[in-house]
């Protein structure tokens, strides 16, 4: 038996059949055709190598259904028996030779740091403040160059400077280990570098329960210890923070938390945390309750999805043109208890799913003042990126993120250390300009290109002449026409329910779900007994013998016309409602 390394080496397929890789189709052809009538199971008589036979008669048609193929062997070529393992899109085998190169070679680059990602899963921040105060500070008389705009950019500078870097190992499938390493230089002289570093071990002794053992290898020997468990229901988790060598002064300083779902028919979860310092004996307490709400907008009033299509985070499926169809809406209200910094806090976001887009705004009011944070945070395949405004007693601050490939830089940009509202409108105002640009001419446009995508996905297997369900259903359609035939005959001899055309497809009006509609008439005229029509609606349409789901996952509609006791009317229904013909109390369209 060939073992496992063996397959994996390159060329391996061409060495089954015994060809160099420059082999031509031909050749290929000759060599499994020869292989195949030595090792062909019914031409053995002696019992032994029977299996052996078969074993290699299975590689030889393995190696043969690869190298035949020019899509493939191209995958093979490049990618090896690891690019052979991924279902490649079918549109990709329609592309010439250039690009299919481009995307595997894309593909080898991407799998390449999954691998580096799986092994050690690093993650890296820097963090770089800046003190831009000096622009917006007010003019000081008594200083002339306050007035000079070079004199004041002259003045920004890196308040502080940090960089952050953490691996994470399997030691088995229940324990990780983690290594954690922080550092800060100094920016004068006056003021030295610091730095940390900690290693983190958990053990997961069940699904539900988790231990995390931290310690700090540097001074301050700080040790962590956190034990959570979770029922999907409830949460609690018990964190301990002290100092070995100074136990007896310093107590540890401890937090207790508890969240659970609220309701058995909703989303809200409610959470309490509460922690324990030396300097505060009351300790601190935070209450909160979070209540997110699906939202999707897809879909005609009257269409429902479910099963599978209740679910919109999928991408197999075209959305909204605009990207705001489908997403999650979530407010949380909290209370904090600590002091003069007791405070009350709600919080609304709302997650545009198409766009891949994240809105927040919250609203501190305390002891302190009031304080209030606009964040907007785009997030792709692999990057993402997020600015925010803080206004409160720490001043006016902008912030900017940006995350590639698990990396992250951020720079917090501080404009004002007073709260000052007029320069919060403005710095309001300029990030939010700049997301409806971004909208405009990057997120839309791409929205766009993925829906248009996707219909033509669906274009093309309808057009697919070797679809075998396309072909079932065409089989399907001719074994219903006698009846079709005979039924509508019939109807028409007594003034009955005739149906003269029935399309079914998209319910989208834009241009990209042009062409994707099926003609249905045959099937529903073999529906049609004693001049009714009726088909349930907790099934989609599609389920029909004779019909063709032509885009998968999105909302469709059946589009009738029939007569009537001689009467023309034309009836829309939405996918999941039920078919009820001839319409009985109400008329969508009718003629004499």
């Known amino acids: 038996m060939t073992s496992p390394e063996a397959i994996a080496q390159k060329d391996y397929l061409y060495a089954v059949l015994n060809l160099p890789n420059t082999a031509s189709q031909n050749e290929i052809r000759e060599r499994y055709r020869a292989l195949s009538v030595i090792f062909h199971p019914d031409k053995q008589h002696d019992e032994r190598a029977k299996d052996t036979a078969s074993s290699k008669f299975l590689e030889i048609q393995k190696a043969y259904e690869v190298l035949s193929d020019p899509f493939l062997r191209e995958v093979y070529d490049h990618l090896g028996s690891e690019g052979l393992k991924k279902q490649w899109p079918t549109e990709l085998r329609s592309k010439d030779g250039r690009e299919i190169k481009a995307v595997l070679n894309q593909w080898k680059i991407d799998r390449r740091h999954e691998i580096l990602e799986e092994l050690l899963r690093p993650r890296g921040s820097v963090t770089c403040a800046i003190d831009a105060s000096s622009l917006f500070a007010n003019v000081d008389e008594s200083k002339p160059d306050s ?3 070079l004199d004041r950019m002259c003045r920004i500078k890196v308040s502080s400077f940090g960089v952050r870097h953490s691996i994470m190992k399997d ?4 324990t990780t280990l983690g290594l954690i390493g922080h550092a800060q230089p100094g920016l004068r002289d006056y003021i030295p570098s610091k730095g940390t570093l900690t290693g983190t071990l958990r053990h997961q002794f069940s699904p539900r329960f988790v231990l995390e053992l931290t310690a700090a290898f540097l001074s301050p020997h700080v040790i962590i210890a956190k034990t959570t468990y979770n029922d999907n229901e409830n949460a609690v988790s018990v964190q301990t923070n002290f100092i070995a060598a100074l136990w007896h002064i310093f107590p540890p300083l401890t937090t207790f938390s508890f ?3 609220l309701f058995r028919d909703s989303l809200t979860q409610g959470s309490a945390t509460w922690s ?8 601190r307490l935070e209450l909160s309750v979070y209540s997110p709400k699906p939202f999707d907008l897809t879909s005609p009033e009257d269409f429902t999805h479910t099963g599978a299509h209740a679910n919109f985070f999928f991408n197999n499926r075209p959305g909204s043109t605009t990207g705001f169809a489908a997403g999650v809406q979530a407010w949380s209200y909290g209370l904090i208890l600590s002091g003069i910094d007791s405070c009350l806090t709600t919080e609304y976001s709302v997650s545009f799913i198409e766009l891949a887009l994240r809105l927040k705004a919250s609203v501190e009011i305390g002891l302190r003042g009031v304080a209030y944070f606009l964040t907007a945070k785009w997030s792709g395949e692999k990057s993402a990126f997020s600015t925010s405004v803080g206004v409160g007693n720490r001043g ?3 912030r900017f993120e940006l995350w590639y490939l698990q990396q992250k830089w951020m720079l917090p940009i501080t404009l004002s250390p007073d709260n000052d509202q007029t320069l919060a409108l403005y710095t309001t105002i300029i990030p939010s300009t700049a997301l409806a640009l971004g909208y405009h001419f990057f997120l839309k446009p791409r929205r766009r290109a993925q829906r248009a995508g996707y219909f033509d996905n669906a274009r093309r ?9 396309k072909r079932e259903i065409e089989n399907t359609t001719l074994l219903l026409q006698d009846p079709a035939r005979r039924h509508m005959d019939a109807e028409k001899a007594k003034g009955g329910l005739v149906i003269l055309e029935a399309i079914y497809g998209p319910t989208c009006p834009d241009k990209e779900a042009m062409g994707l509609s099926v003609d249905v008439t045959i099937p529903l005229q073999a529906l049609v007994h004693n001049s009714q029509v009726y088909v349930s609606g907790r099934l989609p349409k599609s389920g029909i013998q004779g019909f063709y789901d032509p885009a998968p996952a999105s909302p469709k509609s059946l589009c009738v016309r029939y007569m009537f006791r001689d009467r023309l009317h034309y009836a829309e229904i939405p996918d999941l409602v039920p078919i009820v013909l001839p319409l009985r109390g109400r008329t969508f369209f009718g003629e004499n």
Not at 276 to 283: D, E, K, L, R, V
Not at 461 to 469: G, N, T, V, W, Y
Request: aromatic share 4%.
């Open 396 to 398: 006016v601050i902008m």
């Open 259 to 261: 969240g659970r779902r």
């Open 171 to 174: 030691l088995g499938p229940k």
């Open 147 to 149: 007035r000079n705009v």
């Open 461 to 469: 297997a309808l057009k697919d002449e070797k679809s075998e369900l």
């Open 276 to 283: 324990y310092t030396p300097g505060s004996p009351a300790g």
